[in-house]
């Protein structure tokens, strides 16, 4: 069964603007984190965040996580177009990816 | 060097035939995966290894047969091919531990016709 989703499916915004995506998951959790894929290749590691921690930033990213909700945010500031890509969370260790992503494209 | 490489990178076949898809990583990883993702881009594991160990089958059909000679590989080998079996599978690894980070290889593009 599926453990967990990601939310919007589809996102389109403009060059500069924030894009902000959520994932659920249903079971406790040890960490969690965010992925990028770019069409046609894997997927690529953004952020960890452990299940003991709120927030946590990477250069123009910031993820958020509520274990009391089962959710995490991931905000990408001041998008340009090479953010355009699909967006996984997976959580813990054997990994495990949840959804079918969320789609961002970032347009000129 | 490719972390995780993965060949062949595209695959056409026929419906009942028997495939393979090598994955190999070169960065010292105890754990690797094969994840299949579908049309709807939706990524599911199907298979984990650590250390040539078995740990993760997510109900995968017999048809799906993962294979580790060693740390560094894991193959995939698909006997009698279906329709629903086109997709991308995907072969990543991590080191072992809680807070490690998974690399993917770029994929395989199945398509069964």
């Known amino acids: 069964s599926q453990q967990g989703e990601e939310d919007p499916q589809a996102l389109s915004i403009q060059e500069g603007e924030n894009a902000t995506m959520n994932c659920s998951y249903k079971?406790?959790?040890?960490?969690l984190q965010w992925y990028r894929q770019n069409s046609g290749r894997g997927l690529v590691h953004l952020i960890l965040?452990?299940?003991?921690?709120r927030e946590k930033h990477s250069g123009r990213l910031r993820v958020t996580l509520d274990t009391s909700k089962k959710s995490s945010s991931l905000l990408i500031t001041a998008s340009r177009a090479a953010d355009t890509a699909s967006y996984f969370c997976?959580?813990?260790?054997?990994?495990?990816?949840f959804g079918a992503g969320t789609t961002v494209t970032v347009r000129a | 060097d490719t972390a995780v490489s993965q060949t062949p990178k595209y695959l056409v076949t026929q419906m009942g035939n028997d495939k393979s898809i090598k994955c190999e990583q070169n960065?010292?990883?105890?754990?690797m995966y094969w994840y299949k993702q579908d049309s709807k881009k939706f990524l599911k594991i199907m298979f984990s290894?650590?250390?040539?160990?078995?740990?993760i089958n997510e109900t995968v059909p017999n048809r799906f047969s993962p294979k580790s000679p060693d740390k560094a590989h894991l193959n995939l080998h698909i006997n009698s091919l279906e329709l629903g079996d086109s997709a991308v599978y995907f072969c990543?690894?991590?080191?072992?531990?809680?807070?490690?980070?998974?690399?993917f290889g770029q994929g395989t593009r199945l398509t069964v016709v």
């Open positions: 990543a690894s991590s080191p072992s531990g809680l807070y490690t980070e998974a690399f």
């Open positions: 079971t406790s959790i040890n960490n």
């Open positions: 965040i452990r299940s003991n921690e």
């Open positions: 997976a959580t813990d260790h054997p990994l495990k990816v």
């Open positions: 960065l010292g990883h105890d754990t």
């Open positions: 290894y650590n250390n040539k160990e078995l740990i």
